[in-house]
């Protein structure tokens, strides 16, 4: 069995610490809890070499689709860690089965629900209590503009990482988050979603395609300057009155959309009720520590779960935070 296994920003050569952090740190837990297998990883000759056990780096000097379309053939498996912005994951994952390569995580249709999130909303609004969410197309701003007097959330459709995701609460900011948003997507159109008070969270599970299970439920540091917001990292688990109802509208969530497979993260707000915001079709930053806390090797579930098994016990030890700054940064607590 051959496994092949690429992280975007470090296939790519990028240099910005602030863009390949967490990217790094993924591909280094990855290929660690994948060392028992045959597992390559593809690395640019530009990026930092990354440690990764006893896994075989690939240096790639081309670029990243042209090498995989010539070469992924020659894998039985590939697990693609790349953002949604931009279809970029879509598009990777298309192209690795076009390959006729079986792809540990989700099928590409899947993966193009939850690159939209306005598709996301569309397909989950009848089966989870999910954020109200709007389409505006760019000629359509001032008609909306008149219309915010009060608090909403502006961001761009295929944005990740809280990438232009501001806070308005009048005309002039919504029209000024706008353009901000416009600089980051090459979409004909941005979203509008009420604003929900509450902390914000997240949830990984493992789902085999037809059942989920939640692994933690995970605190998000998201920090507001001026009404732009900036992730900077979290903590497992998240000890929240709402954790039980938080895990089980995840689970509903990954279970109503097809083709979901292997590690999905669900982001939510949680106060007195949960809202779902968004679900991440690939491995998210909490895998960097939840790998180190649970009861089993999460990778070895990875590949598992593709193959239609999940773990029969979930058991999580110990609190672990970590925070984004030139690299990922784990605290043990506890």
């Not at 359509?140 to 009060?150: F, R, W």
Request: glycine share 6%; proline share 4%; net charge negative.
């Amino acid at each position: 069995m051959n496994i092949l296994v690429f992280e975007y920003a470090t296939s790519l050569g990028v240099k910005d610490p602030a863009l390949t952090a967490e990217g790094q740190a993924m591909l280094k837990s990855i290929t660690t809890d994948l060392k028992h297998l045959n597992t390559s990883f593809l690395i640019s000759k530009n990026s930092v070499p990354v440690e990764s056990g006893s896994c075989n780096p690939i240096v790639i000097e081309e670029e990243l689709k042209e090498w995989i379309d010539n070469n992924i053939s020659f894998y039985d498996f590939c697990l693609p860690i790349a953002p949604e912005e931009d279809f970029i994951l879509y598009k990777l994952t298309r192209l690795i089965e076009k390959n006729g390569v079986e792809v540990i995580g989700s099928s590409s249709n899947a993966v193009c629900t939850c690159s939209d999130k306005y598709l996301t909303y569309q397909a989950l609004k009848s089966e989870v209590p999910i954020i109200p969410t709007v389409k505006i197309f760019w000629e359509d701003i001032d008609k909306y503009a008149e219309k915010i007097l009060t608090k909403h959330v502006v961001k761009p459709a295929d944005g990740v990482s809280c990438s232009a995701v501001q806070v308005v609460d009048s005309p002039e900011s919504f029209k000024k988050a706008a353009e901000r948003v416009k600089k980051v997507t090459k979409l004909p159109y941005f979203l509008l979603q009420d604003w929900v008070e509450g902390d914000s969270a997240s949830v990984s599970l493992l789902t085999n395609g037809k059942k989920a299970i939640p692994l933690s439920l995970n605190k998000q540091n998201n920090i507001q300057n001026n009404g732009i917001i900036d992730y900077n990292g979290g903590a497992i688990p998240f000890n929240h009155p709402k954790a039980d109802e938080a895990k089980e509208i995840a689970k509903k969530a990954v279970e109503s959309l097809n083709g979901l497979k292997g590690y999905v993260g669900v982001d939510m707000i949680i106060k007195d009720e949960v809202h779902l915001v968004e679900v991440n079709s690939r491995i998210t930053t909490p895998y960097v520590a939840l790998r180190q806390m649970l009861n089993f090797n999460l990778g070895k579930a990875l590949m598992a779960s593709i193959q239609g098994y999940l773990p029969s016990e979930v058991r999580l030890e110990g609190e672990i935070e970590f925070s984004k700054k030139d690299s990922l940064q784990l605290k043990v607590i506890n």
